[in-house]
């Protein structure tokens, strides 16, 4: 791409962040999740450039620009390379429909914040090129497809979470998915007079991958061990806190723990969305708070600054519920805060939380949006 300036694309492409009311940690364990894509983005730009298999992809922010030639497609050492290479590779192995294109992808979605800017970044650009090139693929299968990518390009064993929620969330609800059929149902979040704050700690402890795996192999290591009196079991989605308890005596501490978490947190995903068919906010905000205790302490995921933020809510009778959102070690905490209370709690809040570790924190509000979207730009010069 010559001059960024002049680029006109064909396509626009939406690509939102995602937040998790609850169910953290659950997806890769067969569990169930609430998560909603919100009203933060990546934007992709993008247009077929003729070439048979030449495809130039630059990011704004970076300000560099990634040729790729499709006959050709491997890993490479720089990480945001590795999210455009993992779903190239993903959706070479199923068609050969897609051709050489250009992109640009321009991101309002703050890395390292918990809100999943990889998966959009991963699901804006596999949904893009099934739009582009008429490749026929379904959201769902684009949502496989791109944790696939994370996998074996990233690196990260992450579960469905992320892509499914950021491809096929609605405006306006939450997303009930269960991880193990990879079905969903919608449900409808009335969540006024309160509102949806995110407070990023801007720290991300590079703990992340390395501990997110770890986790993933202690469940398993549950798994296998509960399997030996339980032989049904397949997954902990079919382990009962009962079951566990039989077992705790002979189990290793860190891997009981670990698994009564999940348990428990599946429970009160569901617990969660009858609780929000109910109308009942200060019951979900409650559950909300349990499941940050639950990371905290026996999952052990979190990290003081989060634990900070949730703590600092505690008292504030106008917030119903918080806790740390995402993979953990960093990121954001979601605040289900009165409307009332906002800017003066924000303002509280940043300086309690600079006095402590001397960051400024962010502080933005979000509302649950549609998943991927996109559009056609005819003739018109778009920049
Ligand atoms: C990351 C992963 C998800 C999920 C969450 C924790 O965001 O990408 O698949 O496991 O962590 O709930």
Not at 318 to 325: A, P, W
Request: with cysteine.
């Amino acid at each position: 791409m010559k001059n960024i300036l002049d680029f006109q694309p064909e396509l626009l492409v939406s690509s939102p962040g995602r937040i998790n009311f609850i169910g953290e940690h659950t997806d890769y364990n067969d569990g169930f999740v609430l998560p909603t894509a919100i009203d933060r983005k990546i934007v992709l730009k993008l247009r077929k450039n003729q070439s048979q298999h030449i495809c130039n992809i630059h990011t704004i922010e970076l300000g560099k620009t990634l040729t790729v030639d499709l006959t050709n497609v491997s890993k490479s050492s720089v990480e945001w390379e590795n999210y455009i290479l993992g779903v190239l590779n993903q959706l070479l192995a199923v068609t050969q429909k897609v051709q050489g294109f250009d992109c640009i992808i321009e991101s309002f979605l703050p890395v390292g914040s918990g809100i999943s800017s990889s998966a959009a970044l991963e699901c804006g650009l596999a949904y893009g090129l099934n739009e582009l090139f008429d490749l026929e693929l379904k959201k769902k299968q684009l949502a496989l497809m791109c944790r696939d990518a994370e996998h074996s390009y990233v690196g990260t064993k992450c579960g469905i979470m992320d892509q499914y929620a950021s491809l096929i969330s609605k405006k306006g609800n939450a997303l009930l998915l269960d991880c193990r059929s990879i079905e969903h149902e919608y449900v409808r979040l009335e969540l006024l007079p309160y509102k949806i704050l995110l407070l990023n700690t801007n720290v991300s402890h590079n703990l992340a991958t390395s501990e997110y795996n770890t986790r993933r192999a202690e469940c398993k290591q549950g798994v296998d061990f509960i399997r030996q009196t339980f032989p049904e079991v397949d997954s902990l989605r079919d382990v009962s806190l009962n079951m566990l308890e039989q077992l705790e005596k002979d189990m290793d501490p860190t891997i009981h723990k670990r698994c009564q978490y999940v348990i428990e947190e599946n429970n009160r995903v569901l617990n969660a969305v009858k609780a929000l068919e109910d109308g009942l906010l200060k019951s979900f905000g409650a559950l909300l708070y349990g499941s940050h205790d639950g990371l905290q302490n026996k999952y052990e995921v979190s990290c003081p600054e989060l634990d900070f933020l949730v703590d600092y809510s505690r008292s504030k009778d106008f917030i119903i519920g918080s806790r740390m959102i995402g993979g953990g070690f960093g990121g954001c905490t979601i605040n289900i805060i009165h409307q009332d209370f906002i800017d003066k709690y924000v303002l509280e809040v940043s300086d309690a939380y600079k006095n402590k570790y001397g960051i400024d924190l962010s502080a933005f509000t979000v509302v649950p949006v549609d998943g991927t979207t996109h559009k056609y730009v005819e003739n018109e010069r778009a920049v």
